[in-house]
């Protein structure tokens, strides 16, 4: 006869203690290229069996049934081969023992026995997000504070009562580690598995840090279930027309005023020099002063290729200057204001900001521009670009929206997310700004083939800045193409733009745009040094041109003039 002491499920207990003719068991389900592997360490031998689970009744009846295996062990870490389906691993105490137990199915390209102490690694790449499980079975129970799995950078403790133990973590794309650290002398099993997934924006938005607005993540939420798309494109646009706002702004006030507030136009950018990939996080903002009814233009450019990685001297050139963020562990960044003192507004105030990228046979421009649709009365104005920044010597450049990874770096370890945002926040310095007054309608749109389309999603915060709005809602305009923000509490979960509806049977759409030199842009030639010349047709600089060519050409008329009187004369 046989009694069962207790039932295990895939999870690991502490020691047991068996008298003769009882057993505990597993139940476990094999999947395809999957072994069983049991680890035990047993102050005796035991009978390991495994049978169907099937039969396991039978089995316990002491009736004849089909064993895949049967065999007296000691401690020990065994494999056992099994055709895909569900299993019961019994160990069975012919006599009295004290016995760690642990079983689980693994698949045998990913698990690996590794002999007593010291310390392994294993390292491994990966395309996506993903979540990655480690298993480590051991032949005997772990001690606490010996073994230790650190997984790149994310140490782990084995739990001292157990022999078996399933840790998760959640990993970003590129080459990641696993260093197992074990200080007794055991044999240990090492098995890896990860599954891709797609980032979840709502794990970290609150309905009160966050900017707020609109920002597409490449997620598209179809009643309930998220589609994935990605975007490669040469530039992004947004625009807001703006009926009514006041704010207060609290925090870091250092280059800020006391009743202002930001409208950022954020997106990543992924270039290589070198041969090696580099992120860097391009911002172009309007920053208000809601007493006075004034704002100025400022972008930023941050290196998000490592963490706390700096826009290094004499990489890139523009009209700005490189400047140290105290609180980012003196991470280095690129910044520019423009004008030399402030743009007066009136409501109704309608505003594009621009950020366009140029691939060229010297390296990348990024152009930082806006417009001026509409001031109070006055009509449309001439497209600007204020400042246009050449990155030497990095070239395959495109502004990125993916949700399949994050960057590498960004505000914190983690990385940033790929998204494009049009949000508002506080004026500068992870400052918050608290809205009285907001009536605004936002749009947010890609070049795509030459033309300016819309995102064909986006919901109403921001995530990668550390500017934050107080007191804001967002929904979508009646007409589906924009969205509404005003005073209110915030619904995260609103999705704007679901015109431009993604085939709810791709799970995955890339609207890769091959133009790289939209209407806005036009090309350049960089000379030695590291300044640019720009063609006299580049719509960029219209204005500046025509105003210059008409000081020419008075400047020659009066020369002209002067000329034809003392000819006179004589």
């Not at 041969?275 to 450019?301: C, H, K, M, P």
């Not at 004499?314 to 743009?343: K, R």
């Amino acid at each position: 006869m046989v009694f069962c002491v207790l039932v295990f499920a895939g999870v690991a207990y502490a020691q047991q203690s068996l008298n003769a003719g009882y057993f505990i068991y597993y139940n476990l389900t094999v999947g395809r290229g999957s072994s069983i592997f049991v680890g035990i360490n047993s102050s005796s031998n035991v009978d390991l069996v495994v049978v169907p689970s099937s039969e396991f009744s039978s089995w316990e009846q002491g009736n004849p049934v089909y064993e895949v295996y049967n065999k007296s062990v000691g401690t020990g870490i065994y494999e056992i081969g099994a055709e895909p389906g569900k299993y019961t691993v019994i160990f069975y105490a012919a006599d009295g023992v004290v016995i760690y137990a642990g079983a689980t199915p693994f698949n045998t390209t990913d698990a690996r026995i590794i002999s007593p102490g010291g310390t392994h690694a294993y390292f491994f790449g990966l395309n996506n997000y993903s979540v990655v499980n480690i298993t480590v079975l051991s032949d005997s129970g772990f001690r606490q504070d010996h073994t230790v799995v650190n997984v790149s950078g994310q140490p782990v403790y084995l739990n001292g009562s157990a022999n078996l133990e399933f840790l998760n973590f959640t990993l970003n794309r590129g080459n990641q580690s696993v260093y197992l650290s074990s200080e007794f002398p055991e044999t240990v099993l090492l098995g890896i598995s990860n599954t891709s997934t797609l980032i979840n924006p709502f794990e970290y938005v609150s309905n009160y840090s966050n900017p707020i607005g609109v920002a597409s993540y490449g997620l598209y939420d179809k009643q309930g279930h998220m589609f994935a798309y990605q975007i490669n494109t040469s530039g992004v646009v947004g625009v807001a027309n703006i009926t009514s706002m006041y704010a207060n702004n609290t925090g870091l006030l250092q280059n800020g005023s006391e009743f202002g507030d930001g409208l950022q136009l954020n997106v990543e950018m992924q270039t290589k020099t070198n041969g090696r990939e580099q992120v860097f996080w391009l911002q172009n903002v309007a920053d208000f002063n809601t007493s006075s009814d004034r704002f100025y233009l400022v972008d930023n450019i941050w290196n998000n290729t490592l963490p706390y990685a700096s826009v290094a001297s004499g990489s890139l050139y523009g009209e700005g200057n490189l400047s140290v963020c105290s609180d980012c562990f003196g991470q280095q960044f690129y910044a520019y204001s423009y004008p030399v003192g402030f743009i007066d507004y009136s409501l109704p105030l309608k505003l594009k900001l621009v950020v366009t990228e140029n691939n060229t046979y010297n390296g990348t421009v990024v152009s930082f521009g806006y417009q001026i649709m509409k001031n109070g009365v006055a009509g449309l104005q001439p497209m600007i670009y204020y400042d246009r920044v050449v990155f030497r010597g990095y070239h395959n450049s495109s502004i990125l929206v993916s949700p399949f990874f994050l960057t590498p770096s960004g505000a914190n370890l983690t990385g940033n997310y790929y998204d494009a945002e049009f949000v508002f926040g506080g004026s500068s310095n992870g400052a918050e700004a608290k809205f009285y007054r907001m009536g605004a309608l936002l749009w947010l749109y890609y070049y795509s083939q030459g033309r300016l389309v819309p995102f064909p999603s986006a919901f109403a915060f921001g995530l990668d800045t550390k500017e934050t709005a107080g007191g804001l809602m967002v929904a979508a305009s009646k007409n589906g193409d924009g969205a509404f923000v005003t005073v209110g509490k915030l619904n995260p979960y609103v999705q704007m733009f679901s015109s431009n509806e993604i085939n709810s049977s791709a799970q995955y759409i890339s609207n890769s745009s091959t133009y790289t030199a939209p209407a806005t842009t036009a090309a350049y030639v960089i000379n030695p040094g590291g300044a640019v010349s720009f063609n006299l047709g580049q719509i960029g600089l219209q204005l500046q041109v025509i105003l210059q060519y008409l000081v020419y050409l008075i400047v020659v008329l009066a020369v002209f003039v002067v000329l034809r009187l003392v000819l006179r004369k004589r």
